[in-house]
C-alpha cells in the first residue's frame, strides 16, 4: 500500500506521524500501569509485612546505610533530569546535545547500579542476606528484631526488580544513543526518546518511593 | 487510497468473485513469512495452531484423569503422578489455552479489521507476544518432560516455594515469560481501539466484541502483573532462598493465596469476556435482529472487567481469611453476577422475535447460553458463606468451573471459530458436521460434568484418585461424558482441516452479516480493506440488511437452506 502520505518515518499502520506518535504514548502508558501493578504486589506485602513486625522493620531498617541511600538519591534524580534535557534536544532537532545527554543519563544510571552492587556487597559480608547464614542480633536501642529476616527478603526483591528494571533501561539507552549517532531523530521524529524517556522517569520515581520505605522508616 | 485495485468490490449480498485475489494467505509464501509476519491475521493462524497443540496436550492430560477415576482404586497412576497430572491438565488449560484462546486468535484477527484498521497498532509488539507464548510453553513442557510438578494450578505456598519436589521453578517462569505475551496482547488491543478506529466509528458503533475484547484487555494489563510478581516471589523464596511467605520467618501463606486470586480471579474473565463478546456477535447475525440493549451489553463488560477485580476473597473463605473479608467478598461476588445477567436477558431479548438460524455457530452460541447459565447460577452457591464450607474443595467447585470454562469460553471459543473460519480461510465448514459435532460437544459436555455436582455435593473431593466406592456410578458417567466430549472436539479439527482445501468458496459475506469485517473479502488483503473504510450506520443493522437483500437474489444456498 503506497499512500503519499506515508512517508518512511510513519508505519505502515498508522495514517500519519500524529496517529503514530499518541498511539506510542497511550501505549507506553498502559506499559507504566502494569509496571505499577508488578510493583504493586511487592509493595502490598511490605505494607502486610511492616504493620505485622514494625519492631523488626525498625531495626533492620537501621542497618541501611542512609546517606549511600540519599547520595543514589541524588544520582537517579540528575539522571533523569538528564534525560529531560535529552528529550527536550530531540524537540529542538538538537543530535549533539541528545547524544550528550544519553551518554549523561547513560552515566548516572550506571554509577546508581553500582553503588548498588556495593550495597549488596556489603550485606553478604555481614551476613543480612536472607537464607541459612543469615543473622541479625539488632541494633543499639532495636534489639529485639525476630522478624527482620522478612525485611532483608523484601528489601532483596524490592531493589532487586527495581535494578533489573534499570538494567533495561541501560539497554534501552544504548539502543536510543546508537539511533541518535545515526542521526534517525529530527524535529518531526523524536517519539521514541521521549517514551524511553516515560519509562526512565517511570523507573526514577520507583526508587523514590523505596527509598524512605527501606531505608527511612525509623530515622526520627 | 489505492483506487487500481484488480477486483471491484463484492457487493454484501453474497455473490462471489472468480477472480483469484491476493489475500493475506497467498501474499507469501514460505516458512520465513510465516515466522516473521507482522500481519495480526497470520499471527492470530499462529496462535490458532499454537493454542490447538496446548488443547491437545491438556485434553491428554484430562483423559488420563478420567481413565485413572473410573474405578475407585488406584489402577494407574501413584498418587504423587497423579498430582503431577492434574496439576498439568489445569496449566496447560489456564495459562496456554484458556487465557490466550478468544483474544490472542479471533481477537487478534478481528479486532483490527472491526475498527477499520490495516492492523493492531504495534505489530512487532504482537509478534513478540506471540514469540513469548511459544518461548512460556516450551519452558513449560521442558518442566512437564523433564518430572512434571505436583503443586497444582494454583502454586499454594508453602508447598510451592518450600516442600514440593517438582520442577516448580521451570514451570513458573513459563507461566511468568507467558503472562506478558498477554500483558503485550491486552496493552495492542487497548491503544488499537483508541487511535485506530475508522471514520465514524464511535465507540457505541463499536462491534461488542470489540468492546468485550478491550474490557478482557483490561484485565490482563491490570492483572497480569501482578501473579508475575507472586511467581517472582514464589522463584525468589525457592531459589535464592528469601522468605517472603515463609511461616518459619513470620511469613504468611495466605498473601501468596491473595496475591494469586487477585489476578487468578479476573483471569477467568480474560477467558468468558470475550466468549461473551462472540456470543453477542453470533447472538444478533442468526436471529437477523439488532442487538437488544447494545449500551447494557458493552457496559456490563467494563462492570464486570471492574467488579471482577474485588471478588478475589471467594476462593478463600476457609483459608483463615478474616470472617468479614469474607462477607465483603461474598457480597461482591453475588454484584459481580448482575452483569453476567444482564447479558443473558439482552441476549434472549435479542432472540426473542427473531427469525432463528440453527447453524453451527448458533448452536455453540446456544449451548454457551445454557451451560453458562448453570455455571454462573451454580457460582452464587460457592460464593455464599455457609454453602461454600460444605463444597469447598469437593467436585461441586469443579463441575461449576467447567461449566463456566469449557461450558463457557470454550463453547464460544468454538462458536467463533465456525463463525470466523468463512473470513479466515475463504472456505466453508460442512454445516451438517458443524450442527453435528455441536451437538454431541453440548451432551458430550454435560453427561462430564453435572454428575461432578452431584458426586462434590455427596462430598467427593477434589483432587483425589482414590474415593469411596459410592461415588463410582458418577464417576463413570463422567469418564463416559469425556469420551463424547473428546470425539466431538476432534470431528471439527478433522473437518476444518478438511474444509481448508475442500470446502465451499464462502464469499465476502456467507452470513449477510453486519460489521467491517464481512465488507472486506475472504481471505482478507495483508491490509484488510483495498480502501479506507468509512462507517455511516449504527452497528447489527440487520433489518436494513434483509431489507435490502430481500429485493435481490441471493446466489448463496447456504442460508436458504438454514432458515427453519
Ligand atoms: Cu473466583
Known amino acids: 500500500m503506497s499512500d503519499a502520505a506515508h512517508n518512511s518515518l510513519v508505519a505502515h499502520q498508522f495514517d500519519d506521524a500524529r496517529q503514530q506518535q499518541e498511539a506510542a504514548t497511550v501505549g507506553m502508558w498502559t506499559f507504566l500501569i502494569t509496571e505499577i501493578m508488578f510493583f504493586g504486589g511487592l509493595i502490598l506485602a511490605y505494607m502486610i509485612y511492616r504493620n505485622q513486625f514494625a519492631e523488626s522493620f525498625h531495626a533492620a531498617s537501621r542497618v541501611l546505610d542512609v546517606w549511600v541511600g540519599c547520595f543514589n538519591t541524588c544520582v537517579l534524580l540528575v539522571s533523569s533530569l538528564t534525560m529531560a534535557l535529552g528529550v527536550r534536544a530531540a524537540q529542538m532537532g538538537d543530535r549533539k546535545k541528545l547524544v550528550l545527554f544519553i551518554i549523561a543519563t547513560m552515566i548516572f544510571g550506571a554509577a546508581f547500579l553500582g553503588v548498588k552492587a556495593y550495597e549488596y556487597a556489603e550485606k553478604f559480608e555481614h551476613h543480612l542476606v536472607p537464607g541459612p547464614t543469615f543473622h541479625f542480633h539488632g541494633v543499639p536501642g532495636h534489639e529485639h528484631a525476630p522478624n527482620a529476616e522478612i525485611f532483608f527478603s523484601l528489601y532483596f526483591a524490592m531493589t532487586g526488580v527495581h535494578a533489573l528494571h534499570m538494567i533495561v533501561g541501560l539497554g534501552l539507552m544504548t539502543w536510543l544513543l546508537r539511533k541518535s549517532i545515526k542521526g534517525t531523530f529530527s524535529k518531526d521524529y523524536y517519539n521514541p526518546v521521549e517514551i524511553c524517556g516515560l519509562y526512565w522517569h517511570f523507573v526514577d520515581i520507583v526508587w523514590i518511593f523505596l527509598y524512605p520505605l527501606l531505608y527511612l522508616i525509623d530515622r526520627s | 487510497m489505492d483506487t487500481t485495485s484488480t477486483v471491484e468490490r463484492v457487493s454484501a449480498t453474497g455473490i462471489i468473485s472468480d477472480t483469484i485475489r491476493t489475500n493475506f494467505l497467498n501474499a507469501d509464501y514460505g516458512i520465513k513469512s ?207 532462598g528469601l522468605g517472603i511467605f515463609d511461616p518459619r520467618l513470620g511469613g504468611d501463606p495466605v498473601l501468596f493465596q491473595h496475591i494469586f486470586w487477585f489476578y487468578s480471579h479476573p483471569a477467568v474473565y480474560i477467558m468468558i469476556l470475550p466468549g461473551m463478546g462472540v456470543v453477542s456477535e453470533i447472538m444478533a447475525c442468526f436471529s437477523r435482529r439488532h442487538i437488544f440493549g447494545y449500551k447494557f451489553i458493552a457496559f456490563s463488560s467494563l462492570g464486570i472487567a471492574i467488579i471482577g477485580f474485588l471478588v478475589w476473597g471467594h476462593h478463600m473463605f476457609v483459608s483463615g481469611q478474616s470472617s468479614y473479608a469474607g462477607i465483603v467478598f461474598s457480597l461482591f461476588t453475588f454484584i459481580v453476577a448482575v452483569p453476567s445477567a444482564i447479558k443473558v436477558f439482552n441476549w434472549t431479548a435479542t432472540m426473542h422475535k427473531g427469525r432463528i438460524v440453527y447453524s453451527t455457530p448458533m448452536m455453540y ?200
Not at chain 2, 483490527?112 to 490495516?118: E, K, Q, S, T
Not at chain 2, 507464548?133 to 503443586?151: E, H, K, P, R, S
Not at chain 2, 473470513?423 to 454435560?446: C, D, I, Q
Request: proline share 6%; charged share 10%; with cysteine.
Open chain 2, 34 to 240: 510465516w515466522l516473521l509476519t507482522k500481519d495480526h491475521k497470520r499471527i492470530a493462524i499462529l496462535y490458532l495452531i499454537s493454542i490447538t497443540v496446548f488443547f491437545m496436550i491438556g485434553g491428554a492430560f484430562a483423559a488420563m484423569i478420567r481413565m485413572e477415576l473410573i474405578t475407585p482404586e488406584a489402577d494407574v497412576f501413584t498418587s504423587e503422578a497423579y498430582n503431577k497430572v492434574f496439576t498439568t491438565h489445569g496449566i496447560m488449560m489456564v495459562f496456554f489455552f484458556l487465557i490466550p484462546s478468544i483474544p490472542a486468535t479471533l481477537g487478534n484477527f478481528l479486532v483490527p479489521v472491526m475498527v477499520g484498521a490495516r492492523d493492531l497498532a504495534f505489530p512487532r509488539i504482537n509478534l513478540l507476544s506471540w514469540y513469548i507464548y511459544v518461548i512460556g510453553g516450551l519452558f513449560t513442557l521442558t518442566a512437564l518432560v523433564l518430572g512434571g510438578v505436583d503443586t497444582g494450578w494454583t502454586f499454594y505456598t508453602p508447598y510451592s516455594s518450600t516442600y514440593s519436589n517438582g520442577y516448580v521453578m521451570l514451570t513458573g517462569i513459563g507461566i511468568f515469560i507467558t503472562g506478558f505475551s498477554s500483558i503485550l496482547t491486552g496493552l495492542n488491543f487497548i491503544v488499537t481501539v483508541h487511535k485506530m478506529r475508522a471514520p465514524g466509528l464511535g465507540w457505541f458503533r463499536l462491534p461488542l466484541f470489540v468492546w468485550a475484547n478491550y474490557a478482557a484487555s483490561l484485565i490482563m494489563v491490570l492483572g497480569t502483573p501482578v501473579v508475575a510478581i507472586g511467581i517472582v516471589m514464589i522463584a525468589l523464596e525457592r531459589g535464592l
Open chain 2, 365 to 564: 452460541a446456544l449451548g454457551f447460553i445454557g451451560l453458562f447459565l448453570v455455571g454462573g447460577l451454580t457460582g452464587l452457591f460457592c460464593a455464599s458463606l455457609g454453602v461454600d464450607i460444605h463444597i469447598h474443595d469437593t467436585y461441586f467447585i469443579v463441575a461449576h468451573f467447567h461449566y463456566v470454562m469449557v461450558g463457557g469460553s470454550v463453547m464460544a471459543y468454538l462458536g467463533g471459530i465456525h463463525f470466523w473460519w468463512p473470513k479466515m480461510t475463504g472456505r466453508m465448514y460442512p454445516e451438517g458436521w458443524g450442527r453435528f459435532s455441536a451437538l454431541l460437544v453440548f451432551v458430550g459436555f454435560n453427561l462430564t460434568f453435572f454428575p461432578q455436582f452431584i458426586a462434590g455435593y455427596l462430598g467427593m473431593p477434589r483432587r483425589y484418585h482414590v474415593y469411596p466406592p459410592e461415588f463410582q456410578i458418577y464417576n463413570v458417567l463422567s469418564s463416559g461424558g469425556a469420551l463424547v466430549l473428546g470425539i466431538g472436539f476432534m470431528i471439527p479439527l478433522i473437518y476444518l482441516f478438511w474444509s481448508l482445501k475442500y470446502g465451499e468458496k464462502a464469499g465476502p459475506n456467507p452470513w449477510r452479516a453486519a460489521g467491517l469485517e464481512w465488507e472486506t473479502t475472504s481471505p482478507p488483503p495483508t491490509f484488510n480493506f483495498d480502501y479506507q473504510p468509512v462507517v455511516d450506520h449504527e452497528p447489527y443493522n440487520y433489518s436494513e440488511i434483509d431489507a435490502r437483500s430481500s429485493a435481490t437474489v441471493s446466489t448463496h444456498s447456504v442460508q436458504e437452506e438454514q432458515h427453519v
